[in-house]
């Protein structure tokens, strides 16, 4: 390649795109130049257009504040209230891995239904798995009741994150898409505070906690939906399409965009969607991860344990399906979930292994973090929720300034390997050398927490990278595919934490609570966090949970740390792609559909590449060592 050919943009930046050749773009249909000028409007029409952009973002900015308030209480503080409340404290991975596995099987369809109908829809139909869930979660009246309000709740908790994603995609080019989509978790910074008000209110009431939920959701989510179906109707006018619209709209033939459908029209996109999201594919691999995962969970719970007939053949049904599921994408799946495609684009695959792994590493530590700290600290309820929150609100103000370091170095992975690096010594703080149980010093316990906010490095980096990887049209499959697999690494994640608290915490209580203490009173215990809350810290009751507490959650950790270990050599062969004007580094075109050339400084001469070293070295860096 000449340095003419890649000034003018016939092939720039060849180098660092290696998947180029994989994701080759088709020519851009009509849809696609629709969308482009309706950007062009929206970014040139002066106030109206800057109006409509500042409510979009503003109206965004209150469904992430829902999903953060969301996450900072139900998922953790909440749901461990209650799990102690029904005597199901063991139970506590149960609901975690059942909603990870809904939450990740329900990507693709939040997706495609985004395809099919448009964003102002899916958010309408998200409004009501939320609204539904939490009501049959704060109603319950067995823990299997309140798992069932949660998994609702998961698909709503799934789409705002997926949707907020693909809108920030749509939206930025790659200088700023870590900025833009780091902002997307600012509200946790507000909301971990507040949460803690919240929690200490509500602590012992959870039941209201989550009614307020049910009420609080749809105030938050409907100013998005009101502003993009304005921005869809206001498309409609201009005879262009907006990223509002339905796939339909944007990449069907111009007179058909934004006319009614009949029911036969719906029924066709209907089945068409299925096919397209693979959802024999989907139905097998969730099947198979919840007969795989919940046996860890559960196998406590049946006499004989992991010898229970029933344990063994949920785990050999489990490894049946997962076989016919590699089976029927190789043979059978006539748009398989992983195209030949994805699994050769190198971006992605390094993308997803450093996210699955993050993903299993916290949720291995994180799943009985919550009630180690609840039981071996005497904090206030509001202090405990501060302290978990800690990390979460690092994350989310550190994540922009991750963003403009991007923006200004324009590349990633000397931060992703950074971010990567802390997160190792994250875990590696928590443990007690020798001993290898968990610290309850609390100077260790908040570094760590501090240090795991440099993690934001990896993930920011992670996503980007991966995004920049693939055409537009693609950007959409691979934050979902991205996301699917995340998802189900937490799922494995709180299934292996959840085997070793099931299979170690009862006998060490037993070990080291006082010898008179009656097996009845140390089961109830093992059952419910809130009943040992309930000893003084001094007793030699709580002293001895205290003790077996660290040393089970000190073999949880060490396990969370062998798994964080994966990111790092990931990274390592995560393209580091040159982050500039264009919407992704495979067509390197702009927003608006115009290609976008590369600055001077990026253009190396052919003969500099071929006699200095530094450049060798740099660019098999930039490609994969």
């Not at 502003?227 to 007179?255: C, F, H, I, N």
């Not at 700290?373 to 609100?393: A, E, N, P, R, S």
Request: aromatic share 12%; net charge neutral; hydrophobic share 45%.
């Amino acid at each position: 390649m000449s340095p003419s050919a890649a000034v003018n943009g016939t092939d720039v930046d060849a180098r660092h795109s290696l998947d180029s050749r994989t994701f080759a773009p088709e020519n851009d249909g009509p849809g696609v130049s629709r969308v482009e000028a309706f950007n062009k409007v929206l970014y040139q029409s002066g106030h109206s257009g800057k109006v409509l952009l500042w409510l979009l973002g503003i109206s965004i900015g209150l469904t992430m504040f829902a999903y953060a308030l969301d996450q900072s209480i139900t998922s953790t503080i909440f749901t461990t209230m209650a799990a102690s409340t029904f005597g199901e404290h063991s139970s506590l991975a149960a609901v975690s891995t059942a909603s990870s596995i809904i939450r990740a099987i329900s990507k693709p369809f939040i997706g495609k239904l985004a395809d099919i109908t448009s964003r102002p829809t899916t958010y309408t139909v998200i409004l009501v798995f939320y609204v539904v869930g939490f009501a049959v979660a704060a109603s319950s009246s067995t823990f299997a009741a309140y798992t069932m309000g949660m998994c609702f709740t998961s698909v709503g908790k799934s789409g705002l994150d997926l949707l907020s994603d693909i809108i920030v995609g749509d939206l930025t080019p790659l200088e700023w898409r870590g900025f833009f989509g780091a902002l997307m978790s600012v509200p946790f910074v507000v909301t971990v505070p507040v949460s803690g008000f919240i929690t200490e209110a509500f602590v012992d009431n959870w039941r209201w906690g989550l009614g307020m939920f049910a009420i609080l959701m749809p105030v938050l989510l409907t100013p998005a939906i009101v502003t993009l179906y304005v921005m869809q109707r206001k498309g409609e006018k201009l005879g262009m399409v907006t990223m509002a619209g339905s796939r339909q709209d944007r990449t069907g033939p111009a007179e058909l965009a934004g006319k009614t459908k009949g029911i036969a029209q719906w029924a066709k996109l209907s089945y068409q969607g299925l096919i397209d999201i693979d959802i024999i594919g989907l139905v097998i691999l969730g099947a198979a991860f919840a007969l795989l995962l919940l046996p860890f969970t559960l196998a406590k719970q049946f006499d004989g344990g992991w010898g229970n007939s029933g344990i063994i053949t949920m785990l050999a049904i489990g490894f049946v399906l997962l076989i016919a599921f590699v089976a029927f994408e190789v043979y059978l799946a006539p748009k398989p979930l992983m195209t030949k495609n994805i699994l050769q684009n190198r971006a992605f695959l390094a993308a997803v292994t450093v996210y699955t792994f993050n993903q299993t590493a916290s949720a291995v530590r994180n799943t009985y973090f919550s009630s180690y700290m609840y039981v071996i600290k005497d904090w206030t309820t509001y202090q405990w929720t501060i302290f978990l929150g800690i990390t979460t609100m690092g994350l989310s103000i550190l994540g922009p300034f991750v963003g403009l370091l991007q923006r200004y170095t324009h590349r990633y992975k000397t931060m992703m390997l950074f971010g990567a690096g802390a997160r190792m010594l994250g875990y590696g703080l928590l443990v007690n050398a020798g001993a290898n149980t968990m610290t309850t010093d609390t100077g260790r316990l908040i570094a760590a927490q501090l240090i795991f906010c440099l993690g934001s490095f990896n993930v920011v980096g992670a996503r980007v990278g991966s995004q920049a990887a693939v055409p537009h049209e693609d950007m959409a499959t691979v934050i979902a595919l991205l996301s699917l697999w995340s998802t189900l690494g937490s799922s494995v994640g709180s299934a292996v934490s959840s085997a070793i608290w099931t299979s170690q915490m009862l006998e060490r209580m037993h070990e080291e609570m006082p010898a008179t203490t009656p097996t009845s009173t140390i089961e109830k215990l093992y059952g419910s966090i809130t009943k040992l809350r309930n000893y003084i810290f001094d007793d030699p009751i709580r002293q001895g949970a205290i003790r077996a507490y660290t040393q089970v959650n000190g073999l949880i950790v060490i396990t969370a740390l062998i798994f964080s270990a994966i990111p790092v050599i990931a990274t390592l062969f995560m393209p580091d792609f040159y982050l500039g004007k264009q919407q992704n580094a495979i067509t390197n075109t702009g927003l608006d559909g115009e290609r976008v050339d590369m600055p001077q400084s990026e253009i190396n001469n052919a003969e500099d590449q071929q006699t200095k070293w530094y450049y060798k070295w740099r660019d098999a860096y930039r490609k994969s060592l």
